[in-house]
């Protein structure tokens, strides 16, 4: 909320918004994959990395679809869309990051490029088996490889991320990187590790990371994330003590803001100039959230 009281909302989260229809109980059919690639109507979106090119405010489409493109999934026209990488350069190309926080992208699209760029990153990565070396297959017109010398099945993987904020009564807890941008704070946020529920890395993470003992905690919003193919799960939780140790490996800083700073800060408008992510990215989301 703003000085005034009013509730800030911003507008959908970026990457989030897809339409696509993945096909999950068709896209197992080789012959059925082939004949999407060959229909005429088949579009195919091209990333250098986290780049691609844009056709006015829409995404731009190639024809025809090679074999080795990735299925991502029918548009709700029924059209096929695959994805493929650029080895090269592409021209005045534009990075995913940018594309979301501009805001000129159709949320589907933003959607979609999320989607293809997770998944092209994956089979860069994972030519190999990780059980006995060989190299594998792509299957399932891109949602799985295969190794034919020993039959590992393999699949692509999100990586669950929590990204937390902290309350105790009227101020709110945030840090930030020595690598961010002057002013810049947010959530605090770490990967989860085998074992945990995800209320229980969120407690280890701000613990480890601020020296705060959450107690309870509320779910927000979840976020696509990809760079490479991550997933943000969004909390809100509350303190049970108030006194910050930092680990200075983790953060530069970390600091209580009252709820007045963090709506100047979400406004833009902090007179410190002191900024938070923008409404893009889910640490806006959650801030909101914990205003209300």
């Known amino acids: 909320m703003n000085d005034a009281g009013a509730i800030i909302r911003s507008p959908l989260l970026g990457f989030c918004g897809g339409s696509l229809d993945r096909a999950a109980a068709f896209r197992s059919d080789q012959a059925w994959i082939a004949a999407r690639r ?16 844009l056709a006015g405010n829409a995404l731009y489409f190639e024809t025809p679809v090679g074999d080795d493109a990735i299925f991502l999934g029918l548009d709700p026209e029924g059209h096929a869309i695959f994805a493929g990488e650029s080895l090269a350069p592409i021209e005045e190309a534009l990075d995913l990051r940018s594309l979301a926080i501009e805001g000129h992208l159709a949320a589907y699209d933003l959607a979609t490029l999320a989607h293809a760029r997770s998944l092209l990153h994956w089979h860069q990565r994972h030519r190999f088996c990780a059980n006995c070396g060989h190299e594998t297959e792509m299957k399932d017109g891109g949602y799985r490889r295969h190794c ?33 941008s002057t002013g810049r704070y947010s959530a605090l946020a770490g990967f989860m590790e085998p074992g945990e529920t995800i209320e229980e890395a969120a407690r280890r993470e701000v613990l480890e990371e601020a020296g705060i003992r959450v107690g309870a905690m509320s779910y927000v919003a979840s976020q696509p994330w990809p760079y490479p193919s991550s997933l943000m799960i969004g909390l809100i939780g509350e303190a049970i003590n108030r006194d910050i140790v930092i680990d200075k490996t983790e953060l530069e800083d970390a600091r209580w803001f009252s709820r007045i700073e963090v709506a100047q800060m979400l406004d833009g408008r902090h007179p410190g100039a002191l900024s938070v992510p923008p409404p893009m990215a889910i640490a806006h989301k ?5 205003l209300i």
Do not use: Y
């Not at 060959?38 to 090119?53: I, M, Q, S, Y």
């Not at 010398?149 to 929590?162: K, S």
């Open 286 to 290: 959650i801030l909101e959230a914990a």
């Open 148 to 180: 034919p010398r020993c039959a590992a099945e393999h699949f692509p993987r999100t990586d669950p991320v929590i990204i937390i904020i902290v309350r105790a009564g009227e101020e709110i807890l945030m840090g930030r990187q020595a690598s961010w």
């Open 38 to 53: 060959a229909e005429p109507t088949a579009k195919l979106v091209r990333l250098n990395g986290d780049k691609t090119r």
